[in-house]
């Protein structure tokens, strides 16, 4: 289980261990991939929860990405020189939402029209945890809860968190609960 920060994970049952990446998607690919350094990964899945905001109006609840941007890179740039930016990452198992992932805390409306362009929904550490994980051969499912509009009302996230983190903790009692002997 791999999250950006403790209150995100508070309600992920005993017994499963966290990896707590710290905030922006660097940090969660450094801390996502010494994590896997450490470990065999035969039949590892990691799975990576957190809060999410949401590009477009009416979307609320939980989400399993289908696929991961990484929105804060200039990718058509970067494919002028001739390299591959490797922006778009697929992710197994999903729901066919599309997350943009970024070091950018998104606020302002402009930013969020701008991205609802291409996605649904806005973290800071998704692509950073999808690429350590595709770096390592690990597969990797996205599991992110609405807790904001991505603009004027994120300023309010730190108040959000504890609501998303129960939703994510129920979700993962529900969906790995049983493999290690918990209770639903």
């Known amino acids: 289980m791999v999250s950006a920060i403790a209150g995100e994970a508070k309600y992920v049952p005993e017994g499963i261990p966290v990896v707590l990446t710290g905030v922006g998607k660097t940090a969660a690919a450094v801390a996502t991939a010494k994590a896997l350094a450490a470990r065999d990964t035969t039949d590892l899945v990691v799975l990576n929860i957190g809060t999410t905001g949401a590009l477009r ?100 996230w730190p108040a959000l968190v504890d609501a998303s983190a129960k939703v994510l903790g129920d979700w993962v009692r529900a969906q790995v609960g049983e493999d290690l002997g918990l209770a639903r």
Do not use: W
Request: proline letters at 4%; aromatic letters at 4%.
């Open 57 to 156: 109006d009416g979307l609320s609840g939980l989400y399993l990405p289908s696929e991961v941007v990484n929105h804060d890179i200039n990718a058509e740039a970067v494919r002028a020189i001739g390299l591959d930016p490797q922006e778009s990452l697929k992710i197994e198992g999903g729901d066919g939402t599309v997350l943009a992932s970024g070091d950018v805390f998104v606020t302002d409306p402009a930013v969020r029209e701008r991205l609802a362009e291409r996605a649904q929904l806005v973290d800071m550490e998704g692509y950073g945890v999808a690429f350590a994980c595709r770096e390592y051969g690990v597969p990797v499912r996205l599991v992110k809860h609405v807790s904001d509009t991505a603009d004027e009302a994120a300023m309010d």
